[in-house]
């Protein structure tokens, strides 16, 4: 095909974008993804990306900042292994900010596995800032009897929660001490790939009138905005990438920012190559119609 | 909640007799309309080509277990089978639920019969491949590459292996019809099939293919009930507004939305 | 009438006595006409229908409550038990239907008969040493120290986290692939819908990550055009669009599942496997 | 001949990256490697998910409520918490490796403290008593269980013979126990104690008693035998003359998942029509109502789009299907791009897995 003008054999060059073929698009992922988890382990450093956190994120910040230090935050654990990708940095980064803000909380959670996980993370930071147990926090561990139980707690925390996830009676925890009820606890935050926040609301924020802040997966974050709008939840973080905004706000680097290279390495290959299936296209119907 | 509040059974009782309306209107001979759609001249499309090429059809009910969505998919699935026996051209689908396994192969062991030619049916070719989801698409993306099947039917409840079966069907230059009403999976569809069916369009390709009254009456009581339903959450949306203003229509509210 | 027993052998005769009396109700209506028959499965279907709904639609404090609480409710869990337990044992079906296909593979000794032969040895392995980790967990030694494993659970630990476990994951994260080769084939400006599937997903994509945020993260947050913030665009497109165009799909689908509903308990079925006569 | 852990999780690994490698070879194309094991997944899946239908379904939910007493322990006697007036024997024992000795003469009355509260289901008590020599003396055993608050507690009691040598089961029907005080028998879910009490006679002789392996039973359900029955009607499906049974158990099946969406549709799909009752304006809200505004807009385009019945001539029929139809794809790009993180966190994993568990690296 004798080429008239260069802009024809560019076009041809560009028309064979419409077609790549798909085994080069694996090994793109392969390369692209790869790379960033391979690298810090040959001792390769790469750059942390920065966030830029959302108002709901920011708006999470604020309402563990503004908790009055004589009243405690309850960290209500509400996810299992399969969500502990999104879930466990959410938490993690959140129970930092509160040793780093040196405020009081309580872990519990309406799942078995979910105070555990918690309860690892609270013991690792606890080095770091010098967080006791007992005085600082404490682990009323898996909690059954859904919504009415949490009525209860509100009314009587100690009637309803009996011992702490050890076993101790909460009589003899000394920061148990002057939390009786709802009107002792500032803020509850809960963390959970399922869509249990109506029962929190129900009880903690409709009828006590405690702030809620919540850490979400990704596939049910359209379902919490609505919340947000009515003011019934005062934050909001979404999947891995509020992980990250929230370690962006307490410039730490966790398993959210972490996992945002490789993630935003994945997302700019799709667009790269959805720009150059199009641009193939678009040249392939420009040489049809010479 | 235990047990249901009274708007609800006000709200199922108003479906459940437009629904058997329709029904019975259709039963007394009343004639029914429904549209084309276009899926249906899809799904003729894919087993025409597929017996061009004289390859066989894969038809997977996805993760189908004993309930409602599966048993439209089956329906589709007799519909394909019949089609596809008249060619003598072979059905394979693989199953993850052996309840419905037994019922997948009388529905199509019957469908090849009523197509006239019963000696076609090879009862293996209606398998059960695994109880697991995935190790379930490892096996069809097995069976799709070996047989070389020429059309893929993706009928019925799906969940993220959606993609793996479409993508892997596509790779290898099958035609693929999909549909289902696992909203979550209907792009993932979009992307690989040729055609995709959202929602209950394919319930209605199903009665639109069978002509069968009791079925187009339940179509058009099923329109009926979804007009019903625009209208109830229209009047609702109304009286939420009016009760910013006046604060009694809150106490109607909170009976409408059933105590929530 | 259906109390349980205290001795064993009274135990065992009721057992053996049910199932006679199960197989004479079988075999009384086998030799009635099929017709007859079928209104009986009917009938039966029918009965089996209106469980649910009445335990759940009598409302409390009224004439009914009491045969709701008495008769209907403490089922819920037995019928629930029941289901599960009638379902388990039709798993036999799909392991002879594997089984049957694999042997019939290696006796005609058809193309691939080794990967069956991999299939029946690697069932077999997994079974046993499934139950002996749930059942006799220490076989052949007992008493293990802090970091030793007794060799049925060193087994189970190989074929579990090592095969079945990181096959579940692998086939899993396939998806990574193909979610880019399929958006990389369907995202292109073909027709009007095709270009909104891309608009929206590039959207949300860029609002995903730190590199979309970059791109817009000079348009200031109290400005009004604040909400062209890939982020917050992404955000409210996923609030107001997306969920209200899924609660409708929902309508449609909901509706379709109570009309069939409505067909299969009042036995109006037909066509497909509802259709055969008896 | 136990397994040192640490090669177990060397073994573990290596065999997990070779399943984790065979299966992206499918990414270049099918071929042999892929295929056997394809095949090990299915027959892992095949004898893992038989195993966990016996172990997780078949035997607890079927046989042993069948065939066994459906026992709860109330006391195993291994160790004398929750008792009072009692000390362990190692030597006299009959389940175990220890059992509960009472010297009548000096403790007239035993106590256990901490039985399982919820005796609803129970309808006898067993356990193991042993004596020295034969008495005419008796002893009772009392329960005592609290109800609602503020209702004073109900006892109920038995006495039983001392009139053996050496070790003997005792059965005790909780419907011969006498009560005292208002006791619901359906509702039996506050048991706080279990005394045991010497008569007169008892103590005077002296005996010294043991008591092993306290527990109520419910009894074996023999009716748990229709399941099997139900469950093999299946079976019949292979045989054209028998066939119709299969249709039997599937008829009920049906029956029940068809009734069950009636309860789903409550459940599962009025909550959304629920949230949908949104206000059109909201006073001083501007953006909501705006929001409030596109939200029924969109769901009364898509809600057009499914009307089978309507022909889409007219024109507003057809642009409010046609935005439905235009809404609806957005939707989906939006679902889909918000499930690609999802996706790549899956093979990140993988990826860490392969990278941080290689044994020598870690």
Known sequence: MRVTRISDF?????????????????????????????????????????????????????????????????????????????????????????????????????????????QAYAEELAKKYGYKYGVDYCNFGWITGGQMFLERMCRDLHAAVKQDKAGTPLSEIPMMKNVRSAKDIGLVVEFTGSGLLPLYIATFNAQFGVKLAQGCTGIIGPEQFPYLDTGQLSGLLVGLKGAAEYEEMLNVVGGGKRAMLPQSAGHLLIIVLVALGNIGMWAARKVERR | MEHAQLIHLLVIGVVSTLILYGILSSLRGKELFIRRLAGIDAIEEAVGRATEMGRPILFSVGLGGVEIETFQALAIASHVARLAARYRNRVILPVIDTVIYTIAEEALREAYAEAGHPEAFRPEDVRFLSGSQFAYASGVIGIMNREKVAANFFFGPFAAESLILAETGQAIGAIQIAGTASILQVPFFIAACDYTIIGEEFYAASAYLSRDPIHLGSVVGQDYSKIALAAFTFTGMIIATLATRWAELNGLLKFLTGGQ | MFQPVENTILNIALMILSVLVSVVFLA????????????????????????????????????????????????????????????????????TNLCIVHA??????????????????????????????????????????????????????????????????????????????????????????????????????????????????????????????????????????????????????????????????????????????? | ???????????????????????????????????????????????????????????????????????????????????????????????????????????????????????????????????????????????????????????????????????????????????????????????????????????????????????????????????????????TIFMPRFAWMSRFIIGIFMGLQAGYTFKAFVLTFYPQIAKSLRPIYVPGNISMTLNNIIFIITLLCVLVYFFFTIEHKRPTIRTTARLGRLLLMITFGLIFGNTIMARFSLFIKRLDFLITQFPWLK
């Open chain 3, 28 to 95: 009384v209506l086998h030799n009635v006409p099929p017709n007859l028959r079928m209104r009986v499965i009917m009938v039966i279907t029918f009965i089996a229908g209106l469980y649910y709904p009445l335990e759940f639609f009598i409302p409390d404090g009224t004439a009914l409550t009491p045969f709701r609480n008495r008769y209907l409710t403490p089922f819920l869990n037995p019928i629930g038990d029941a289901v599960a337990v009638m379902a388990a044992f039709t798993v036999g079906i799909g392991i």
């Open chain 1, 10 to 118: 560019v076009l041809t060059m560009l028309s064979r974008f419409q077609q790549v073929d798909r085994r080069i698009i694996y090994v793109l992922v392969w390369i692209l993804i790869g790379f960033p988890i391979v690298a810090p382990h040959v001792g390769i450093r790469l750059p942390v990306l920065p966030m830029y956190p959302t108002r709901a994120a920011r708006s999470f910040f604020e309402a563990v900042e503004s908790v009055p230090n004589d009243k405690v935050i309850l960290v209500a654990c509400d996810f299992d292994p399969g969500t502990l990708g999104e879930n466990g940095p959410q938490c993690r980064s959140v129970i930092e900010h509160i040793m780093r803000a040196g405020k009081k909380f309580i872990i519990m959670g309406l799942d078995q596995v979910g105070p555990t996980i918690a």
């Open chain 4, 1 to 235: 001949m136990c397994v040192d852990a640490r090669i177990v999780e060397i073994i573990t690994y290596f065999v997990a990256a070779a399943c984790t490698l065979g299966i992206y070879t499918i990414l270049y194309r099918e071929n042999r490697l892929f295929r056997l094991f394809e095949h090990i997944f299915i027959g892992v899946a095949a004898g893992y998910g038989l195993a966990i239908t016996i172990t997780e379904v078949l035997d607890p939910r079927w046989f042993k409520p069948m065939i066994t007493e459906n026992a709860t322990i109330i006391s195993t006697c291994e160790s004398v918490r929750g008792w009072e007036g009692v000390s362990i024997d190692r030597h006299v024992k009959r389940v175990g490796r220890a059992s509960i000795r009472w010297e009548t003469d000096k403790e007239k009355m035993i106590r256990y403290t901490t039985p399982p509260p919820n005796w609803t289901d129970a309808r006898y008590v067993k356990l193991w008593v042993h004596s020295e020599k034969q008495t005419d003396g008796s002893v009772t055993m009392r329960v005592g269980t609290k109800h609602k608050a503020g209702k004073p507690t109900a006892w109920f009691e038995k006495s039983f013979k001392i009139d053996f040598v050496g070790w003997r089961q005792l059965t005790l029907y909780l419907k011969d126990f006498w009560s005292k005080g208002e006791l619901d028998r359906r509702e039996v879910k506050g048991v706080y104690v279990v005394e045991f009490v010497a008569d007169d006679a008892l103590a005077e002789s002296g005996v010294v008693l043991h008591i092993d392996e306290l527990r109520y039973c419910i009894g074996r359900k023999w009716y748990w035998i229709f399941a099997l029955v139900g469950g093999m009607l299946y079976y």
């Open chain 3, 104 to 278: 019939r593979n290696i006796s005609q000794r058809r193309e691939g008969w080794g990967n069956s032969v991999v299939f029946f040895i690697s069932m077999i392995i997994m079974f046993v040493v499934t139950l002996a980790n749930r059942y006799a967990p220490n076989l052949f030694c007992t008493a293990t120290a802090e970091n030793m494993m007794t060799p049925v659970q060193a087994a189970f630990s190989v074929m579990f986290e090592g095969v079945y476990t990181a096959l579940n994951a692998t086939v899993f994260s396939l998806l990574a692939f193909f979610i880019t080769s399929a958006a990389y084939r369907a995202f292109r400006i073909r027709t009007a819908e095709a270009a909104l599937l891309m608009v929206g997903a590039l959207i949300v994509m860029l609002g995903q990550v730190p590199v979309g945020m970059w791109l817009t993260h000079w348009i200031p947050d109290e400005s009004i055009f604040r909400f062209l913030r890939f982020e917050v665009l992404s955000e409210w497109l996923l609030a107001n669009i997306n969920m209200p165009a899924q609660r409708g799909i929902l309508f449609g689908v909901w509706v379709g599942a109570l009309a069939m509903a409505l067909r299969i308990w009042l036995s109006l079925e037909r066509g497909g496997y509802f259709g055969r006569q008896f």
